[in-house]
């Protein structure tokens, strides 16, 4: 009777902690849609900031977050999918492989102003990069890098060995069983890494700002500057901009996110199909 009341007990409080934490997102969530959908129309979306209250649209941010979050992605993905491939599939186990995974997991906790700091001090001034996209660009990567190789490294784990098995049974090499069989297998996990790791890119604030620079100008090349919108957010903030930009910024900025994510599920949904069922 006592066993089954802690039972009862301990699913009631895991129940209440659920519902808190989703009313708390959702109340979150509906807040900035809420006063952020009003600020959205074509001339916020395709126009410029204007003024000293940076009154008017956004573009150039959309822009530079694209930019910027784009080729790290396509900077970190291959050197962490890399990374994983060789953890799991070609080094054994021991001190150096946990270390790698020690190192990786505490570069993951690392708080990003730090990279901003490590980004200035290596990409704008030792490398002679100065503030822009790419130098923006290879320091997200560093910090996104531990997501990728984690959840790519599990991904890969996750494949049954009866499919190593079946691929070297019938000739095929190592390199060839990695490339035909494990990664097509483990792409919805790699996938899931990669976006978390873009997601994270994207809403980072502190580590662009010491790199990428902050001029409200669209970006041509890797080589100029750009401002974010997480960064434009909180100048809006910080500097008495327009509330209502703000407000705008920051709902295109979950609008993003989420499309991203949806997007993401559908791949995943159809990879499975294709190589699981």
Known sequence: MRAKF???????????????????????????????????????ILTPPRGIEMKGGIFPTIVASLYVTLLAVLIATPVGVGGAIYLTEYAREGKVTRFIRFMGDSLASVPSIVFGLFGISLFVYI??????????????AFMILPVIIRTSEEAIKAVPDSYREGS????????????????????????TGVILGMGRAFGETAAVMYTAGMALNIPKSPLDT???????????????GSLKSAFGTAFLLLAIVLMANLTTTGLMRRF???YIA
Request: net charge positive; with cysteine.
């Open 127 to 140: 490398l002679g990069l100065g503030w822009c996209i790419l130098s923006g660009a290879l320091t997200l």
């Open 168 to 191: 070297f049974g019938l000739g095929a090499t190592k390199w060839q069983t990695i490339k035909n069989v494990i990664l097509p297998t483990a792409s919805p996990g790699i996938l």
């Open 6 to 44: 802690t039972n009862y007990l301990a699913l009631g409080v895991l129940w209440l902690a659920s519902i808190t934490a989703s009313i708390t997102l959702f109340s979150l969530i509906g807040y900035i849609f809420w006063n952020g959908l009003p600020a959205i129309d074509l001339d916020f």
């Open 226 to 240: 750009g401002r974010t919108m997480t960064l434009h957010l909180y100048l809006l903030i910080t500097q008495g």
């Open 272 to 274: 499975r199909a294709r």
